[in-house]
């Protein structure tokens, strides 16, 4: 007595469980590429901000030529009260696009000054090369928190000496790797 059913009914059950099969590994491939470049997106805005407070940091510095001075707080670099009209350096506090918390602070420990941040996150960065000359010294880091955002008014005044033997790009000084302690935002 037949049944209805033709005989070819499991291949196209077998064909169905390779396709959902194949489907899942190339979503687990999306996924893994999407996670990596993600990953490398934060690691650009880390360097874009990390930058935004090295900058801050120099202006504020460099304000005043009389009395130079490292901001105290990151409110200082917000908005600096030091003259008539309000300065801005900083446009507003980031936070450390790999973790979403506040930056670590690096202090210089004669003034105890703001000299720089840092990010705490943890992990391997993917970028090992290729970088700024002001960035340098983060080749081959082994973490996050080695990519350190100083300025050092030191090698700053050392490199407005030498500006007329060396080009602009052998003026940057490389931040340090180790060394000043950082200290959480307030």
Known sequence: MPTGKPAQS???YLFVLMLVALIGIGLAAA??????????EREADLLFIGDQYRQAIRSYYELDPAQPRLPQSLDDLLEDNRRPNVVR???RAWRDPLTGRPFMLIREPDTQGIAGVYSPAPGHPFKNAGFAAKDEAFKDAKS?????FVYSPASAVAAAGTSLQKPPESRVTPAPRAGNAGRRLE
Not at 31 to 40: A, F, V, Y
Not at 144 to 148: D, M
Request: without cysteine; glycine residues 10%.
């Open 144 to 148: 996050y928190a080695e990519w350190r």
């Open 10 to 12: 499991g291949f196209t």
């Open 89 to 91: 350096h900083l446009r």
């Open 31 to 40: 996924g893994t590429l999407w996670h990596t470049e993600s990953q490398r």
